[in-house]
């Protein structure tokens, strides 16, 4: 049986929890030694090296779709400290270095996320599919994964996105962090796009790759373990030449998190 963590037991704590472990969190970064991007620069460097977006509204998370804006609305205020970001050789991204003080003028929105393994809404809520679209597109870069969680409880069926299964990467301030370290002598920039219904993001260069990457999600299988679905999947990271010939292909991570909804009566599931 596992054990309760005292916030669940007391759920009155946690906001006293979370300010602990945000001091430590920042105060932890701060002695690091990690020199961390923070340089905005207008004008865009020469060369995009990928593009790619995502629909912004989810209609099957069974809530109320005013949760829905107001995760757009965190994301307009998140999106506009990482607009622009230089990211120069031997300098660390952290997401939440960036995104710290976005909400310092103008509060965040109540919207969805995950406390003590339970959807529920919070203010800044929805702030993971900004983190998930930015790792989505650091994979298709030489920049050097140092840190990503994957999201625990998959609640509800993916939206239509160029973003597979698998490839994700959840935070939450004091606790989890998404950070991408530039260990090459190229300088790398991202400009994010809000339109409509789409969070439109690219990644650009100071010189051209000499190849392109391709991210693939491979083996799905659902394990039945312990009365729980576990979702797997494999990713892999290929670099192909221009006229599509494979450079290099090498296995990044194993994917697993726990299915929070019905799966459709097709779905294999193997027990363990």
């Known amino acids: 049986m596992t054990r309760k963590r005292l916030t669940q037991i007391f759920p009155a704590l946690v906001p006293i929890r979370q300010k602990q472990r945000t001091m430590f969190f920042y105060a932890a970064m701060a002695l690091d030694k990690n020199k961390y991007a923070s340089e905005l620069q207008s004008d865009l460097l020469k060369y995009c090296i990928y593009e790619s977006s995502t629909p912004l509204y989810n209609t099957e998370t069974g809530f109320d779709m005013v949760y829905q804006h107001n995760k757009v609305f965190n994301l307009k205020l998140a ?10 050789p031997n300098e660390t991204f952290s997401f939440w270095q960036c995104v ?3 909400n310092k003028e103008i509060p965040y929105k109540e919207g969805l996320v995950v406390v003590n393994d ?5 203010k800044g809520g929805g702030l993971c599919l900004l983190s ?13 994964i140092v840190e990503r969680h994957t999201h625990k409880v998959k609640d509800f069926p993916n ?15 004091g606790w989890l962090d998404l ?22 993001g690219r990644i650009y260069s100071n010189k051209a790759l000499p190849y392109v990457v391709t991210i693939k999600a491979e083996n799905e299988r659902y394990i ?9 999947l494999d990713i892999y990271k290929q670099q192909r030449s221009d006229d599509g010939q494979i450079l290099k292909e090498e296995f990044c991570y194993e994917n697993c ?3 929070g909804y019905e799966l459709p009566e097709s779905a294999q599931i193997r027990k363990e």
């Not at 999106?79 to 120069?88: E, T, Y």
């Not at 339970?118 to 919070?122: W, Y």
């Not at 239509?160 to 301030?173: E, H, I, M, N, R």
């Not at 950070?179 to 439109?200: A, R, Y």
């Open 79 to 88: 999106a506009k400290k990482v607009n622009k970001l230089i990211i120069k």
């Open 100 to 102: 710290r003080y976005a």
């Open 118 to 122: 339970q959807l529920t809404t919070v």
């Open 132 to 144: 998930n679209h930015l790792f989505w597109m650091f994979l298709h870069t030489p920049l050097t």
């Open 159 to 173: 939206s239509d996105s160029q973003l597979p299964d698998g490839v994700d990467a959840t935070v939450a301030q």
């Open 179 to 200: 950070k991408v370290k530039n260990e090459t002598n190229l300088t790398f920039q991202i400009e994010l796009q809000i339109t409509e219904d789409e969070l439109i």
């Open 224 to 232: 039945q373990k312990d009365g729980k679905i576990f979702e797997k």
């Open 257 to 259: 998190c726990e299915i």
